[in-house]
């Protein structure tokens, strides 16, 4: 029987007191009624029942095994519970637009843009995704020209009368232009990486600016191994960059 067990949880999903389902035994010796308000480990309000219909938290369990499972939603009225991931209610795509585990991104900018783009995408937010790529790309851009560069040559990435940053654009073509002292740094397929940035910037573009050409869902599926590849070679080379100037 599914619901021959109930519990107490805390909103953030940590299991305080697992009893029997009252519908299952007749003793009330321990009751999932009574026990502590708030959890001790996180701080979070302690619940017993479904909060949209009231009926008691089911656990998938096996008593033989002393398996117990929390479940994500109520079976009553299949509300998710409140320690499910509001990303996972509304997840429409599984996997992520860029194949980088953000945890071996140093920094913060860099390794939350890559955690947001991808949560993003797993709820579809197309234009949201392609937005964030593009600004994570346009920011590595800048910092790898920055470092190669010397101050001398400071209008390269940094228009000395508008006192504004060089569009995305005039990054690419800095870029572009200096494509054969990467080398120096390690060996990229230049022509290949900036076609496709291009393609990313026109993405990004369409995006931003224009109602009219929106972008698919079957588009972004298409070009997220070429944004993983351009951006696992502009963080390479901007470590590469780092290194090689620290000195
Ligand atoms: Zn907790
Ligand atoms: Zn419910």
């Known amino acids: 029987m599914d619901n021959s067990k109930t519990a107490r949880v805390c909103r953030n999903g940590h299991v305080k007191k697992v009893v029997a389902h009252p ?11 009574e026990g502590n308000a708030y959890c001790g480990r996180c701080g979070e309000e302690i619940i017993n029942k479904c909060e949209c219909c ?17 479940p994500n939603n109520c079976k009553k009225c299949g509300t998710a519970y409140p ?9 429409e795509r ?31 937010a197309d234009h949201a995704t392609l937005i964030l790529t593009r600004k994570l790309i346009e920011n590595l851009l800048l910092d790898i020209i920055r ?9 390269v990435f940094f228009d000395t009368e508008q006192r504004q940053h060089a569009s995305f654009g005039e990054l690419i073509d800095a870029f572009k ?19 496709k940035i291009y393609r990313i910037k026109y993405d990004g573009d369409a995006s931003a600016h224009s109602i009219e050409e929106r972008v698919d869902a079957d588009d972004l599926e298409s ?22 100037h620290r000195g």
Not at 177 to 195: A, G, K, L, P
Not at 225 to 232: A, L, M, Q, R, S
């Open 177 to 195: 232009e200096r494509t054969d002292e990467f080398q120096q740094y390690f060996t990229v397929e230049e022509e290949d990486i900036v076609d």
């Open 94 to 124: 599984e996997g992520k637009f860029i194949e980088i585990d953000d945890k071996e991104i140093d920094g913060h900018f860099y390794p939350s843009t890559v955690y947001e783009a991808n949560l993003c995408y797993r709820v579809k």
């Open 83 to 91: 320690w499910v991931d509001p990303i996972e209610k509304n997840e």
């Open 147 to 155: 470092k190669h560069v010397s101050m001398t040559n400071v209008h």
């Open 223 to 244: 070009i997220s191994d070429d944004v993983t590849y351009v951006v696992k070679v502009l963080f390479r080379l901007r470590r590469e960059v780092e290194t090689a």
């Open 23 to 33: 519908s299952a035994r007749n003793d009330n010796k321990w009751s999932v009624y």
């Open 54 to 70: 009231d009926s008691l938290i089911g656990l998938q369990s096996d008593w033989n095994k002393d398996f117990n499972e929390l």
